[in-house]
């Protein structure tokens, strides 16, 4: 009979964790008596021994509107490779997933709920493999798992996108500008997407639709020609020119994962040489992550949270909640490694198009 359950958050923070975290302990508490402990920085804590955060009501209402997460996070927290430091000073890596589940018999844990990504799902599915009683919350404000219509956190970041374009819209219009806004997306360009048809560009590039920047150029060219002074591109940080590739502020090595960035100054650059214009870039990188979650995020968090302790009741071990229309449904994790990308041919990109939105 489950009496104690645990409650980590994997990956990168995103508004609603806090929410999550929130809904969990006041379930799990009202519903079915139970004790609900936080697991501080992922399975990394685990595996380190960290002292864990008791949750009661008391100290989890406040949760709903707080950005970030309480427990902390770790972006490569992954247990079956954990680096570990040889006598000489090298690094390697180890497959330390038998020590989280001994971990959690030590925490006389009975069952676990594990908030995250693609990366947090794939190892808890693992870890279930071995014995380990896990259900999942699918996190990532990129929207990108195909597993569920929708996931917290990508409302906020939206919302504060397209608060940003609107604000480089006036001094766009003041300074006959081009502005150029970078925002995340690695692997698909849903906050470009919205953000850019919801704010008004002119000009979305996604990593679904390799650019040709000249049909960007020929774009605000044209808006020129006609009597507009200034135009708005919205850049996806994955996207990427046809001849050429995505851009990197760092590659990454055995022991930190490549972060993207930059590709909204080399379309800025190249929009800047083609056409002579004035062109300012803003890069709004972890700003997206950051900062109260929306309504909107804290109600689907709020139901994602209660959603996870009811599976751990009904002991669907390895399966995570997932939207589907408006219902909630338990979702095998393997799904969860699925990437959502923006279709090219699909019904929204055609309604951009239509709306005189190019894609490059």
Known sequence: MTKRIGILTGGGDAPGLNAVIRSVVLTAYNAFGWEVVGIRQGFDGLLAGTPVMTLSPHNAYDLLARGGTVLGAVNRGNPFMRPVVQPDGTQIMVDAAQDVITRMHELNLDAMIAAGGAGTMAAALRLVELG????????TIDNDLSATDVTFGFDTAVVTATEALDKLQTTAESHHRVMVLEVMGRDAGWIALTTGVAGGADAILVPEIPFDINIVCDKILALQEAGRRYSLVVVAEGAHPIDGEQEYIFHGDPMSQARLGGIGYLVGNAIADCLEAEVRVT?????QRGGQPTPRDRWLATRFGSAAVHF??????????????????????????????????????????HLGIVFG
Do not use: S
């Open 132 to 139: 380990a009683r896990i259900v999942g919350v699918p996190k």
């Open 283 to 287: 890069r709004l990188g972890h700003v």
């Open 312 to 353: 751990v009741a009904q002991e669907r071990w390895g399966h995570m909640v997932a939207l589907r229309g408006t219902k909630l449904i338990a979702a095998p994790m393997q799904d969860a490694a699925k990437i959502n990308r923006v279709n090219p041919d699909g019904e929204m990109v055609r309604m951009a198009r």
